[in-house]
Structures are given as structure tokens and as C-alpha cells.
């Protein structure tokens, strides 16, 4: 009895197998909170340090950082061996900056900011126009590439208003067992 | 009198000086800053290209304070960059580059488009050649996995030619400058030669250098990291130094 009780153990491991799919990777996108009352205001405070820089823009001996999704680090290239950090100008959802004499466009969230910079110490707020980028305004992700679906993490509205969008991955790796 | 004569000089060239200053600014472009090659807002004459996943908007600017929205037009899918050449813009999209050309209105028309492996791709140009790097990875396109640096001759805009490829690590920003080229890859900078389009040389990978975008202003190199503002003086290409580095994690 023991030996058969044995057998079919055996037997059942040989069938039995317990396997991942390993390497099970997918694209999604994390979304970035800010809080909602203050993700449309420019706020210009003293210089802060330098995180997820991501691009930069030059003119008039002035170096600009923007800070992903957050601001714009400006900064005094007149010694370059002596950069000199003089203002943040905080800005949700900042990418992107472009000037035209002194006149400086930055997109804040969903609108276009028109700033003065002729002083690059005391930047001012000019104008605001709404709506540049409408496809945002619902707060989900536009869909890349030629596909048909965007996997993005689910938004969680306690956490502010949705400002941006992080590229990741996630391991969705799933285990199971089979006879 | 003669102090008050003087003061008439003095006026007469302050007036003269005003009045290019206001030239300048209503006319040229020059008057425009420089971006790296990731950008998405580019400023041609008295127009403002902004470029997102799959539309551009263009504002009319010649009055740079009060922009006016002139146009929205559906771009491709997967635009990544934009980069303005003379009186061209081109999108550098996770399929290829897109070409465009500007007319006097502002508008842009599209003459052709130059497909590649999906992946991420700035581009920049000079002259007739337009540069371009391809990269794998996550935030790109799953499975390929091409990196490299591809020259593209431009001179028909209507029909781009790829001249030669460079096998890189994982490039990401570029930037030019006459016969030397500059890529951020993932160990650092990298200098080529491209005198020879048919055959680019390196010259230089300086590594530990924290670099995704580059500006290349004169002889002087702006490069942008993760978390780091490095500068180069190459003036001595042979020898091209570090200036300053800041750091301020």
C-alpha cells in the first residue's frame, strides 16, 4: 500500500509542473500628481538642486534646466567655469522652453505661459493661454506609438491632479502550476 | 553749450541704438535662444512650432508677448523631437524622421518621411546632412535592439538618403558643429568626425560624463545630465577640457 501510495505520488510529480514565465515585461506609464489648486500658478523661488534634468536651453550668457514636470532652473553662464544658480521658477508639467528676445514660452500642465526674462532674476508672468495642450486636459495619456491602447497606472484622484506621465515598466510576471 | 551738445550726441546714438534693438527683435531670428536636440517647441522667424505625440500647434509671434494661434495640424504619430533647419522643421517620431517644410504663411506641409526601426530618435542638422540617433530600451520600443547614429543626406528634402550608420551604446541627444559631432551615450560623450559622411570617425568617448543633451554654442559645449550641468571647451579638439561641472544634489 505504501509503495503504491508512493507511485502515485511520483506520478503526480511527473505531470505536476510549477513554472513562471520569466521576463514578462509591459510598458506602462506612471502618472505624476501635483496639487490641483497650485499646478497653474509660476512661482519663482531661490535655486534648488538639480533633479531629473532633462532639457536645457541657452541664451544671453543664461542657462535654463527645466526640471521635468516641475520648473525651470535658471541659471547665470556669464564665467562658465563659475555657473551660478540664480532662480527656480516653478511650473507643473514644464517639458519644453523656447524664447524670442526676452519673451519666454513654457508649457504649464495643459496651458502656454508667456514670461518676461529680460531680468533673469525676476521673471514675470505676462500671459496665459489655455488649452495648449487639450489632449491632456482629461488627465489620461495620449496613446504612442502605432497602437491602439495605452497601458497606464490606474490614476488615483486623491493624489492631486495629473500633470505628466512617467515611462516604466512593470514585471507582470505570473506564476501557476498545471497537471 | 558744449555740455549740451554733447548731450544731443549722446541722444541722437542712444535713439540710433533703441531703434536696432527694436529691429532686431521684430525681424531676424537671431533673436531666438538655442535648445538641445530633444526639444519639442522650436521659433522659426516670427512663428512658434509646438510639437506633441501626434499634432503641432503654430502661433504667430511678431509680437513675442501676445502669441496668436494660427494653426493645429496632425503631425504622425509618436513625435518625440523637432529640430528647425533653415526653412525646415524635422520630427524625430518613434518610427522614423518626418520632414516638413515651412511656407511663408507659418504653416508646414509635409515632403517626406524617412522610416527606421521603432525606437527613440533626436536628429539635428547642418548643411545637407541631417544626423540622428537610434536607441533601444524601455521607454522606446520593447525588442530592438539598434543603437546607433545614422546620417541621412537631406539636400532633396523630398526624398532623404541614409549615407552611412555608427554603432553605439545607447545614444540619446546630439548635437553638431561644422565637421565634428557630439553624442551623448551611455557612458559619457562622444566626439566624432564627420568630414566624411560616408565614413564617420570617433575621435573622442569621454566617459563619467553624466550626459543626455548637448548645446553647442562657440567652441563650448552645454551638456545636460541626469542631475549634473557639465561644459567642455574644444577649442583644442585634440584636447577638449572640462570647464565646470555643476552638481548640486
Redesign the interface.
Known sequence: MKRLTFALLFCWCLFMQVRCDRFY?E?WLTPVYADSVAIHQMVVES??????????????ST???IEKDSGIHV?D?RI????L?IRFIKLAGC?????????M?A?NFTD?V?M?LANPNQPTL??R?KG??P?MADGKP?????SNYQYYQCIDSTKGKVVGWN???RDTTKCYKSF | MRNYLYFILLGSLLSICWACAKDA?VTTTS??????S??????VGNY?Y?V????M?I?N?SI????Q?IANEYVG??IETMFAHGKNLFLGS??GVYLYEIQPNGTIVRKSYYRHF?SCDPVVAEGQYAYSTIRSG??C??RDTINELQILNVSDIDAPQLVSKFKMDFPIGLGVDGDHLFVCDKEGLRILNVADKRNPTQIHYIKNIDA??V?V?DK?L?I??????T?L?YRDMAHPKI??T????
Open positions: 515585461y510598458e535655486p534648488r538642486p538639480l533633479k531629473n534634468t532633462a532639457k536645457i536651453y541657452y541664451k544671453d542657462i535654463y534646466i541659471i553662464n562658465p567655469a563659475n555657473p544658480p517639458a519644453d522652453v523656447a524664447m524670442q528676445g526676452n519673451i514660452y508649457d502656454l508667456v518676461n505676462v500671459r493661454i495648449m495642450y489632449a495620449a496613446i504612442r506609438y502605432q515611462t516604466g515598466i | 527683435g533673436n531666438t535662444g538655442k535648445g538641445g530633444l526639444a519639442r517647441f522650436a521659433i512658434f509646438v506633441s505625440d501626434y499634432s500647434k502661433y509671434i513675442p508677448d501676445n502669441p494661434f504619430w509618436g518613434s518610427n521603432q524601455w521607454d520600443r520593447i543626455v543633451d548645446i554654442l563650448h552645454l545636460i545630465g541626469a542631475s549634473k550641468l561644459q571647451d570647464i565646470s555643476l552638481n548640486l544634489k
